[in-house]
Each structure stands twice: as structure tokens, then as C-alpha cells.
T-cell receptor, first 113, second 112 residues
Framework: DQQVKQNSPSLSVQEGRISILNCDYTNSMFDYFLWYKKYPAEGPTFLISISSIKDKNEDGRFTVFLNKSAKHLSLHIVPSQPGDSAVYFCAAGSGGSNYKLTFGKGTLLTVNP | KAGVTQTPRYLIKTRGQQVTLSCSPISGHRSVSWYQQTPGQGLQFLFEYFSETQRNKGNFPGRFSGRQFSNSRSEMNVSTLELGDSALYLC???????????FGSGTRLTVV
């Protein structure tokens, strides 16, 4: 049972435009959500996070939105840059058991110059 | 400061063999977690250690095991390797929980 779903395996956008990556979850116990970026031959690197008490968190060009009623979160990248091309993973955890994260399968973002 | 170091980076093993992977966490980090990444499957949690104790374990068969030493370095072992064990194995360390992960670059295991 996949508790964190990223339904788009890939996304292609033009440089300068907005990239929107989506993630859905099924477990109501999740109360903390993170996005990681992964380049080939490297480990994932933390990008941005949001707790369930908020519905938006911003960090520079990156904004994460959380819709708890829909069990949906999204990552917006504005403006997109070619260096943003990578695989993006959505992850979720619960405060009651913060010893692990549940990851989605990832979305490959390609930003074309 | 030094990051999370995983060795070896690449490994080729034959079915039925066993393998041991190593992870050295960031200095001061006491929690080490292991994840398996296979094509199209995302990252799947294997186990987490804190101060030499396994606190949580994922849904993997008993062939997958791990341990943590007093200096927080961790090893994971896979016995009786199967073709399906071919994957990127990632180690992540943090001061205490899952929300402060720093990942290593991983060990790419190929089973032939």
C-alpha cells in the first residue's frame, strides 16, 4: 500500500516558468512533509519542509503548499532554472514515530533552457 | 564538516553471496537510517539505529540486517543475495530523528 504517491513520473518545463510538483498521501497520521532533490550518483538533499499546522512554507524560489483536507501537497519552483533538473521526492513522517520517512517514487523534473 | 560517507560506492556480487555496506555518519549524529532505492520504487525504509539500538525496521526479509557501533558508524548486511536486491542503498544520519536527515551518496549494489 503506497502511502505517499507522486503520480507524475516526469515533468518538463521551460526555463523561467513555474514548475509544480504534486504529492498525495493517504495516512492521516502524517504531520510533517518534506521535499528532497536528487541528482544522479548523489544522495537526496533536503529542499523544504512543512508541518501540518501550516498550509504554506516559502524558501526563496521554493514554496510548498499543504491541503490537509485533500491530503495533497505541492512544490512550486519559480522561476525554474536548468540547474533544478533532478528527481524530486516527496516524503512524510509522523511525530509519534519520527524514526522513518515514507517516500514517494519521485518525479523527474527537466528544465529546458 | 565532513558529510555522510558510504563505502564502497559500487559493488558487484553473485547470487547467493552476502554483502556488507558501511556508513559513517556526520560527527555528532547518533541516528543512522538505511533506505533502498530501486528504479520506479522510490526510497524504501530498511531500518534505523540510535545509540547502537534498532528503533524501527521496515518490511524487508530477515536477510537484511544492520548494526551500529559505539562511534555511531553503521553497517548493513544482506545475506543470500537475490537479483532483486540490486539497488542503490542510501544511508542517512541525523542528530536524533528523521527530520534532520543528511544522506550519503549511496552504495550501488549489482547482483548478477
Amino acid at each position: 500500500d503506497q502511502q505517499v504517491k507522486q503520480n507524475s513520473p516526469s515533468l518538463s518545463v521551460q526555463e523561467g516558468r513555474i514548475s509544480i510538483l504534486n504529492c498525495d498521501y493517504t495516512n492521516s497520521m502524517f504531520d510533517y512533509f518534506l521535499w528532497y532533490k536528487k541528482y544522479p550518483a548523489e544522495g537526496p538533499t533536503f529542499l523544504i519542509s512543512i508541518s501540518s499546522i501550516k498550509d504554506k512554507n516559502e524558501d526563496g524560489r521554493f514554496t510548498v503548499f499543504l491541503n490537509k483536507s485533500a491530503k495533497h501537497l505541492s512544490l512550486h519552483i519559480v522561476p525554474s532554472q536548468p540547474g533544478d533538473s533532478a528527481v524530486y521526492f516527496c516524503a512524510a513522517g509522523s511525530g509519534g514515530s519520527n524514526y522513518k520517512l515514507t517516500f514517494g517514487k519521485g518525479t523527474l523534473l527537466t528544465v529546458n533552457p | 564538516k565532513a558529510g555522510v560517507t558510504q563505502t564502497p560506492r559500487y559493488l558487484i556480487k553473485t547470487r547467493g553471496q552476502q554483502v556488507t555496506l558501511s556508513c559513517s555518519p556526520i560527527s555528532g549524529h547518533r541516528s543512522v537510517s538505511w533506505y533502498q532505492q530501486t528504479p520506479g520504487q522510490g526510497l524504501q525504509f530498511l531500518f534505523e539505529y540510535f545509540s547502537e539500538t534498532q528503533r524501527n525496521k521496515g518490511n524487508f526479509p530477515g536477510r537484511f540486517s544492520g548494526r551500529q557501533f559505539s562511534n555511531s558508524r553503521s553497517e548493513m548486511n544482506v545475506s543470500t543475495l537475490e537479483l532483486g536486491d540490486s539497488a542503490l542503498y542510501l544511508c542517512a544520519s541525523s542528530p536524533g530523528g528523521a527530520y534532520g536527515y543528511t544522506f550519503g551518496s549511496g552504495t550501488r549494489l549489482t547482483v548478477v
